[in-house]
């Protein structure tokens, strides 16, 4: 049976928008604001190509309906209708499967590279450790990707693994394939310091940020308070005998930024303040969604850090993902960041979560 879709024509007024600042003469002076318009009339122009081969077909399916309940109809074009029906019955829910997901207002940062953020939670030692294996997770998933990553901050536990670590991961999609990741990490496994062979239950949390662009986001300097220190490196390698590590305090939020591994100051301070504008770009997202609280119970989890999101499994070599509840039986390779089963299952919920709050008519954000 075949579904109503929403009206198409906000759609066609969208493209006429999108056609008429591209016909602008300084369309072009701004780069990011024109590659993004591009992308979205291609995309809308498939669209609206697509709803016409639905409207054909639809057409062509009445058509046939038609000529099978004519009683005086010819027997042989009976027959060859209902040879075709079964196609054109596939070709339409295609066609509206396919749409429906076009119409799906896109995330406008998407395309954007991503900041993530690692800290131990509870746990002690066995938290920092698996607070390294995430980071080395994710830096194979980035591999695998053809990501780039850049280390932005960390405090080393000395005992090979991570109090905290941050990184920016650059790469088509980034923010896309990650954003699903923020929320609390849960390990169950034997600690390398456990002498008894018991099993721990430890906790980390990850925030995953679009990054931020100055355009993005306008800082005051007034509002900061900027504190340079010496830093300092696990078991005296690597210290800076210079005061390079920069702190910077956003007065009117009270988010601090810790930026030390450069040797650099002002190095430092640029990737300070790439984490700065990230995490308040984040906050003005999270304030809109805000206003659609009733919608976020319908997402794949918020992304706040303090949802329980995954179980690691050591003994059993099993991961869960609570949100989705999708179980796997291969945790050593999920581990070396062949995550795609994860990620595919989690943007297939969104996808179908956004889909039907498409069709009640509502705003998901």
Known sequence: MAIELP?????QKRVEEIDGFMNQPDFFNDTRRSAALSREQIKLRQLLEDHAALESAKAALVEHKGLLEDPNGDEELKELALEELPELEEQVASLESKILVSMIPPDDS???????EIRAGAGGDEASLFAGSLYRMYTRLAER?????EQLGSSESGISGFKE????????EAYKQMKF???VHRVQRVPETESQGRIHTSTVTVAVLPEAEEVDIQIDTQELEITVTRASGPGGQ???TTDSAVQILHKPTGIIVLCSDERSQIKNKAKAMTVLRSRLLQAKEDEERAKYAENRKKQVGTGDRSER?????FPQSRLTDHRIGLTIHSL????EGELDEVIEALQKEDQKLKIESLMSGQSQV
């Open 145 to 149: 990707r053809g990501w780039s990553i």
């Open 110 to 116: 998407d395309s954007r590279n991503t900041i993530v």
């Open 181 to 183: 990741e923020s929320g």
């Open 165 to 172: 670590v941050s990184f920016l991961i650059r790469g088509e």
């Open 238 to 240: 690597g210290v800076n």
């Open 332 to 335: 050593n390779q999920v581990m």
């Open 7 to 11: 009206d198409i024509s906000t759609f």
């Open 309 to 313: 999101i995954r179980t690691y499994n």
